[in-house]
Structure formats: structure tokens, C-alpha cells
T-cell receptor
Framework: DSGVTQTPKHLITATGQRVTLRCSPRSGDLSVYWYQQSLDQGLQFLIQ???????AKGNILERFSAQQFPDLHSELNLSSLELGDSALYFC?????????????FGQGTRLTVV | ELKVEQNPLFLSMQEGKNYTIYCNYSTTSDRLYWYRQDPGKSLESLFVLLSNGAVKQEGRLMASLDTKARLSTLHITAAVHDLSATYFC????????????FGTGTRLQVFP
């Protein structure tokens, strides 16, 4: 168990809908990262938050947004869902980017858009 | 743009044999990570390599980093079935963010 908790584990929804994925980082970790894993794109970095503020952005679609709350948990919001958004979404956390530690990953949320 | 390439993409090997997975990256970085992923599961950290010449070993796996060649290797010694998984290398780009750029992954199957 990495200490990173993601909910829900599975999500099935229809095209055009909106969903929210939740992530609780390891205790004491200030940075949260979101990654998308799909068969055609591999593992792609989406966005990073550090202590409540956006720190880095990857190839995240405009239909997707995220935030990190004062208690450091994070949510990834996916809207106007398309079939191609079906993927495994991972959250990871680290204590501080300057510490050069590895990122610990949650179990992921498997999103299926039908 | 930082790119990370792994080869081979797929590796089928017999138990007891040795093999090496290669990870090349396109721009300067001094931080490289190796992860393991079982099918449908999360990513498990294996190694963190932070400097040129770094070598780390855990059981039958050994990882090394050559920052001048922008190359990392993951060497498997005397493979066993339990090592069957997908292995990813990942590179961190800068020191104010740990965002990882992942390689394509190497799917390893070890058979008797």
C-alpha cells in the first residue's frame, strides 16, 4: 500500500457526462500529480499541484480541470466525456519536489466512457 | 521536448536467463526512476537514480544511469516468473517539479 488513496476504483459513464476523481496523498506529502494511462498514449502527465497551487501542466485537455484543497486532497474533473477519455487515471504524491524522492502512486481509477 | 524511449517493448525470456532493458532520454536530466506495473495495477517504485554512474540493486534487478549518454539500463539476472510485469523508466525534467515523463514500457514475460 503506497498510502495514496484514489476513489472511485471504477467508473462507467456515458459520453457527454461529467465525472470527478478524488485523490488523497500520503500523509505529509504536499505535491499531487495526475497521470492518464491509455493503450494508445501510454502514461501521460496531466497536471501537478503543490500545496494548493498549480505547479506544472502537461497535455491536459481544456475539458479537464483539477484542484487541490486546503487538506491537500485533490480532485480531477473530466467533463463532456468522449469515448477516447476511457483510461486508467493515476494520482501520485511526493513530499517536496526538491527532495528528489520517488512519486508514490495510488491504485488508479479506471474510467470507461460508453 | 523531453522524450523517453525504451527498448525492447516486449521481452519474452526463459527462467534463469539474463537480459537488459534500455532507457534513452532526449535532454539533460539527472533524475531517473524505474517503476514496475502488474496488469491493471498501480505503479511500484523500484529504483531512484540521481547521479551519473549511479548503480542500484535489489534482488535480481540492477539499474544504472549514464547521464552523459542519457541512458539507463535495467538488468535482470537469472529471471524468475515473479518478475513478469511491465517495467517503465521515467525522467524528471527540472528541480521545481517532479513531473515524470514516462517511457513506453517494456512488457516482460518469463516462462519456465
Amino acid at each position: 500500500d503506497s498510502g495514496v488513496t484514489q476513489t472511485p476504483k471504477h467508473l462507467i459513464t456515458a459520453t457527454g457526462q461529467r465525472v470527478t476523481l478524488r485523490c488523497s496523498p500520503r500523509s505529509g506529502d504536499l505535491s499531487v500529480y495526475w497521470y492518464q494511462q491509455s493503450l494508445d498514449q501510454g502514461l501521460q502527465f496531466l497536471i501537478q499541484y503543490y500545496n494548493g497551487e498549480e505547479r506544472a501542466k502537461g497535455n491536459i485537455l481544456e475539458r479537464f480541470s483539477a484542484q487541490q484543497f486546503p487538506d491537500l486532497h485533490s480532485e480531477l474533473n473530466l467533463s463532456s466525456l468522449e469515448l477516447g477519455d476511457s483510461a486508467l487515471y493515476f494520482c501520485a504524491s511526493t513530499p517536496d519536489p526538491m527532495l528528489n524522492t520517488e512519486a508514490f502512486f495510488g491504485q488508479g481509477t479506471r474510467l470507461t466512457v460508453v | 521536448e523531453l522524450k523517453v524511449e525504451q527498448n525492447p517493448l516486449f521481452l519474452s525470456m526463459q527462467e534463469g536467463k539474463n537480459y537488459t532493458i534500455y532507457c534513452n532520454y532526449s535532454t539533460t536530466s539527472d533524475r531517473l526512476y524505474w517503476y514496475r506495473q502488474d496488469p491493471g495495477k498501480s505503479l511500484e517504485s523500484l529504483f531512484v537514480l540521481l547521479s551519473n554512474g549511479a548503480v542500484k540493486q535489489e534482488g535480481r534487478l540492477m539499474a544504472s544511469l549514464d547521464t552523459k549518454a542519457r541512458l539507463s539500463t535495467l538488468h535482470i539476472t537469472a529471471a524468475v516468473h515473479d518478475l513478469s510485469a511491465t517495467y517503465f523508466c521515467a525522467v524528471a525534467r527540472s528541480y521545481n517539479t517532479d513531473k515524470l515523463i514516462f517511457g513506453t514500457g517494456t512488457r516482460l514475460q518469463v516462462f519456465p
